[in-house]
Each structure stands twice: as structure tokens, then as C-alpha cells.
């Protein structure tokens, strides 16, 4: 097959629990990029925004991959709306100039979970960061460095990870996606390997034995088992060197795309960097749909709505969003304080083919 090598770059964006819904159809000089509805329908992909983003992350890997191969990519939009599944083509010819360097960072970044070192942000990372938010215009870049902030934020973001374990959707679509063996990992080639989460043993067969019972995390959340979760998260995200936070101008499939390119530009240039990345991509999507009112037939309780409420209001006020930006993409930036976990979760080689002609 044609550019296989440029295609098996290009997948290696990240997507919501790697489901990975896209497809790739390659011919003679182009690519183009599909939507699969059908490949997460989880509370946080409603109206297919998880989807938007992991879309604009594999375009962007597949245009930062052209380039860094000596290509010289043409991006040409279809329908970024939802209303047909074709979303973008790229047209590829050969230009002459390569970056190793880059390439090499689209293919290290793997999302790194667990606790950080906490240092500081060079002013070169800094302004690298500024700079590879500031192509997209729909799109604006908030990085808290400031160690106060950071306190402040991460105790609000810590909701994230306890939000799973409270709410039956959530929780149920987590266990449908984690794969527990390399068989499985081999098997299904999408999902989370859950080596990937980093888990001392103790934790792994509290997750696959006991946090898996939702009857008995209910008895558990009320003695505030919940609590504990935001507090271990809380934990792990202050330990980051920056948390940040993109948001976009409206909550429209295109700006969501857009917001998934620029999420891919900030991550491998923070990989470039020698940063470590993690992103938290259930939380701003929610924060979103309950200031919509769309999440009350979704099994949240009163309590559970309300957490989302302040923690939407907490953000805004500490980062001083205005109240039309939407919230699209969280994540961490730091060194692993364990080193790097070079395994990454699997893609699917099925999602790569060749274009018929006739």
C-alpha cells in the first residue's frame, strides 16, 4: 500500500478510551479521512464531539507526518458537520525536505499517566506552546504554571477519574473498553491495555474484581470512596509542570475538529520539547453538555450535576474563561516521576485501506 508508513504514523493520534473512530482510505496521491459514528457511543461522545476531536488529531498527525517525510500535504474539508461521514482529503506531492525530529516526536508520544517531577516550564517550551496554539484561530490556549493555580485547578479537575465510578454509564462503557490481557490487547487492538495505566498491583485487582461491581461502588461512594478517587487525582495532576486547557468559540463539530488538531500540534510539540503529556478528555466534554442541560436523563444524581456546575464555574473563574468559550480538551504536561512507560494502547491496521478505483 502506498504512504504505509506515513498512515501508520498518522494513527497514532490519540482517541477517547482509543476507539479510534476513524477510518483512512489512501490512493495514488491522497488520503482520505472518514468518521465511524458507530465507534463510540458513550455519554461523553453525545453529539459525536469525542469523535470531532479524535478526527482533528489524526488529521493533524497525518499532516505533520506529510511534512516531516518531505511531503507537501493539501487539506481539503468536505463535511466536518456530522451530516455525511467523509470529513477531509489530503492531497500529498512530493517537496523534499524532511524533519526527522519531528517525526520521531509524532511517533514517541504516548499518553503518560501517574505522578510527575514538578519542574518548572523553560520559556522556550513556554513560547513553543504559544506558538502551535496560535495557527488555529478558533482555538484558545490556557497554561497554568503558577503553583497556586495549579493547586486550585487540579483540586477542581481531580472530578475527572470520580466521575466514572459514579455514574452507571460512565462506569459501564469504561469496563466494556479495558482489556485486561495481551490476548485481548492482540484481539480487539483497540480499547485500553490497562498496563498502560501505570496500576501497582493492588490497585489492578481492586479495579478488575471490586470496582467493577457498580451495586457495591454505590454502598462504597456513600462512605466516600468517590472522595478518595478525586483526591488520588487530584494528587497526580499537581504534580505536573503545566495544566492546561483549549477551548474553542462554540460547541460546533468543526470547532471541536479544529480544537483536536490543535490538541495534537500542543502534544507532539511538547513531546519535541522533552515533556511528557496526559490528557483528561471526559471531563470538559460533560462540563459542556450540563451547561447545555443535556445530561439530566444520563444517570447523574442532583449532586453529581451539581459537582459539574461548580467545577464549570471554579475553571471559569480561576482562568477567567468568558462564558461563550467552550471547553474541549484538558490535559497535563510534566516528566514522569517513574520515567517513561514506552507501551502504548494498539490501533487497528483494518482501519487503513486502500481506495477502490474503478
Known amino acids: 500500500m502506498a ?5 501508520a504514523t498518522a494513527v497514532l493520534a490519540p482517541s477517547g478510551d482509543n476507539l479510534q473512530p476513524w477510518k483512512l482510505e489512501v490512493g495514488a496521491d491522497q488520503v482520505r479521512l472518514w468518521r465511524r459514528p458507530e465507534a463510540d457511543n458513550s455519554l461523553i461522545n453525545r453529539h459525536q464531539r469525542a469523535t470531532g476531536i479524535a478526527l482533528g488529531a489524526v488529521l493533524e498527525n497525518l ?3 506529510a511534512t516531516a517525510q518531505g511531503l507537501a500535504p493539501q487539506l481539503r474539508f468536505f463535511d466536518p458537520t456530522g451530516k455525511t461521514d467523509l470529513v477531509a482529503e489530503v492531497g500529498l506531492s512530493k517537496e523534499g525536505t524532511t524533519n526527522e525530529a519531528l517525526l520521531q516526536a509524532i511517533r514517541a508520544r504516548i499518553s503518560q499517566r501517574g505522578r510527575y517531577d514538578t519542574v518548572p516550564l523553560s520559556n522556550a517550551q513556554t513560547l513553543a506552546l504559544e506558538q502551535a496554539a496560535a495557527g488555529f484561530e478558533r482555538v484558545r490556549l490556557y497554561c497554568v504554571t503558577d503553583n497556586a493555580q ?7 479537575w ?8 459514579r455514574n452507571h454509564s460512565l462506569h459501564s462503557f469504561l469496563y466494556k473498553t479495558l482489556r485486561w490481557t495481551p490476548a485481548e490487547v492482540d484481539q480487539y487492538a483497540d480499547g485500553l491495555d490497562v498496563r498502560t495505566l501505570r496500576l501497582a498491583a493492588a490497585d489492578r485487582l481492586a479495579l478488575k474484581h471490586l470496582l467493577s461491581r457498580f451495586d457495591l461502588l454505590s454502598a462504597l461512594n456513600r462512605l466516600g470512596l468517590w472522595r478518595f478517587i478525586a483526591s488520588q487525582s487530584t494528587t497526580e495532576m499537581r504534580t505536573a509542570s503545566a495544566l492546561c486547557l483549549v477551548t474553542i468559540d462554540g460547541s460546533d463539530l468543526p470547532g471541536y475538529l479544529e480544537a483536536g488538531r490543535a490538541l495534537q500540534k500542543l502534544l507532539v510539540t511538547a513531546e519535541l520539547h522533552g515533556l511528557s503529556s496526559h490528557m483528561l478528555s471526559g471531563l470538559p466534554l460533560l ?4 451547561r447545555e442541560d443535556d445530561l439530566h436523563s444520563s444517570g447523574f444524581s442532583k449532586r453529581g450535576l451539581q459537582a459539574l456546575r461548580s ?3 471554579g475553571v471559569r473563574e480561576l482562568l477567567e474563561v468568558k462564558t461563550d468559550e467552550v471547553f474541549a480538551c484538558f490535559f497535563r504536561l510534566g516528566v514522569p516521576r517513574k520515567g517513561r512507560l514506552d507501551l ?5 491496521q483494518d482501519l487503513i485501506v486502500q481506495a477502490v478505483t474503478d
Do not use: H, T, W
Not at 495549579?150 to 477542581?156: C, E, G, N, S
Open 344 to 348: 502504548r494502547s494498539p490501533r487497528r
Open 63 to 65: 499532516l505533520m507526518a
Open 3 to 7: 504512504y504505509e508508513e506515513l498512515l
Open 311 to 313: 467545577c464549570d464555574r
Open 150 to 156: 495549579k493547586v486550585a485547578l487540579a483540586k477542581l
Open 287 to 290: 462540563l459542556q453538555l450540563n
Open 158 to 165: 481531580g472530578l475527572n477519574d470520580s466521575l466514572i465510578f
